[in-house]
């Protein structure tokens, strides 16, 4: 007769390749009484894609909850100071950096209020420079008008080091939250402006001459009339991100709160998605091997 394994040995634990050949040749079953003829397949065991996936996701989500995943290259310099862009810096114009510039691990609304903060401060300096432009054009060190082709006019000079920072306000808001945060918000700019830098003065400066430009009945917008334009829209900050955070402000949610709804449901979809993919892959195979055997 068949061998009956005795009770008190224990079975030796079967490896995932015989699992998964055994899982291959286990015979369809009747969906329901009522449709005898649609057969199904028991849901397979997750494989090496979506398991590795699954593990990814869990140990990014923990690290970054722990502060321990690099963000992406930004245009922040060491100790908070902004890399010259726009071949500007405002390094030098006494903008006290604000407390806990530097601090990671902060939820979306601290840094949304420490954001606001460092542009209602450069803003109140913008205006004191507009209304001394002779001031502007001495401290920003523009060259002085029709000096060449690399001569730019006070209020140019002004705008660019709004432009630069506004980059680098943005770029030190995204240090202080979570690394993935920062990630999706750079493939945001990507999809959205069609560039991983698009925030220069070049293109900033052609955006905004094309909405004045929209704007107006007839006449083309000058350059000054441009750049001073530019100036004041590089304070206003986006009222959809500012509504976002303060829901979560009244929720009064933690970063690490945070960082796990952010990692959720992005994660398990990829791993759905890939578990999927197995199921299909798996399921054919068992088709196909059903088919041999019962022919």
């Known amino acids: 007769g068949p061998r009956v394994p005795d009770p008190l040995v224990p079975l030796r634990p079967m490896s995932r390749r015989k699992r998964h050949r055994k899982l291959l040749e286990e015979p369809p079953v009747a969906a329901s009484k009522d449709m005898p003829g649609l057969v199904t397949f028991p849901l397979p065991l997750p494989g ?22 690099p963000h992406p290259p930004s245009g922040v310099g ?14 030098s114009m006494g903008i ?9 691990g902060l939820p979306s609304p601290q840094v949304r209020r420490i954001y606001h903060a460092r542009l209602a401060a450069w803003a109140d300096r913008a205006l004191a420079y507009r209304q001394n432009l002779t001031a502007a054009r001495a401290e920003l060190q523009a060259p002085p008008p029709g000096a060449g082709p690399a001569g730019r006019s006070a209020e140019c000079a002004l705008a660019a080091a709004s432009v630069n920072e506004r980059a680098a306000a943005r770029d030190e808001a995204r240090l202080q939250g979570s690394a993935g945060l920062h990630v999706a918000l750079v493939l945001r700019d990507w999809w959205v402006y069609g560039s991983l830098n698009p925030f220069t003065l070049e293109r900033m400066m ?3 001459r094309s909405k004045l430009r929209s704007s107006r009945a007839a006449g083309q917008p000058t350059e000054e009339e441009t750049c ?15 509504a976002a955070s303060e829901e979560l402000e009244r929720e009064e949610i933690s970063y690490q709160a945070e960082t796990l709804r952010l990692y959720a449901v992005p994660g398990i ?9 197995e199921g299909v892959f798996v399921g054919r195979r068992r088709a196909v091997n059903w088919k041999c055997c019962s022919d």
Not at 48 to 69: K, M, N
Not at 78 to 91: D, H, R
Not at 269 to 277: E, G, L, N, P
């Open 48 to 69: 090496p894609l979506s398991s590795g996936l699954a593990v990814l996701a869990v140990l990014c989500c923990g690290l970054d909850c722990l502060c321990f995943v």
């Open 78 to 91: 060491p100790e908070g100071a902004p890399a010259p862009l726009n071949g500007v810096t405002v390094a």
């Open 96 to 104: 006290a950096r604000l407390a806990g510039a530097q601090t990671r």
């Open 206 to 208: 052609a955006q905004k």
């Open 228 to 242: 001073l334009a530019l100036v004041e829209s590089s304070t206003r900050t986006n009222k959809a991100y500012d």
């Open 269 to 277: 979809a990829v791993v759905v998605a890939a578990y999927i993919t």
